[in-house]
């Protein structure tokens, strides 16, 4: 299942998020872009931080499900960041942190 939001707003992000929550698949894809100054700002992390509370607050069950988000930038095809989250076998939620995958253009590569 995918979501894409090509407006830069969090608001609307984050929308498109949540409706990825409420359905149930195993892999699921949220799409967006933050703008290059935005970026530089550091809204990445801001922006990372916000799907991880939205995330946490969702009292569903989640069993395996795995979540990954690709930050585009639409003027830059190599300023591209994947990141991902799987839900544990008891599909309960607790502290979820995304975590940027090995060889993105602007993530960092977090253990």
């Known amino acids: 299942m995918a979501e894409g939001e090509w407006t830069n707003e969090i608001e609307s ?12 698949c195993d892999l699921k894809l949220c799409i967006y872009q933050i ?13 990372l931080r916000s799907f991880e509370e939205v995330l946490g607050k969702y009292t569903d069950d989640h069993c ?5 988000l690709l930050d585009l930038d639409r003027r830059n095809e190599k300023a591209k960041t994947l ?13 979820p942190r995304f975590r ?6 602007r993530g960092e590569n977090k253990k």
């Open 13 to 24: 992000i984050l929308l498109d998020f949540r409706k990825l929550m409420i359905m149930k």
């Open 35 to 47: 703008k290059k100054r935005k970026a530089e700002e550091g809204a990445s992390g801001r922006y």
């Open 64 to 68: 395996g499900e795995q979540y990954l």
């Open 83 to 95: 990141f991902s989250w799987r839900a544990g076998s008891n599909g309960r939620i607790r502290h």
């Open 100 to 105: 940027s995958f090995p060889g993105n253009g």
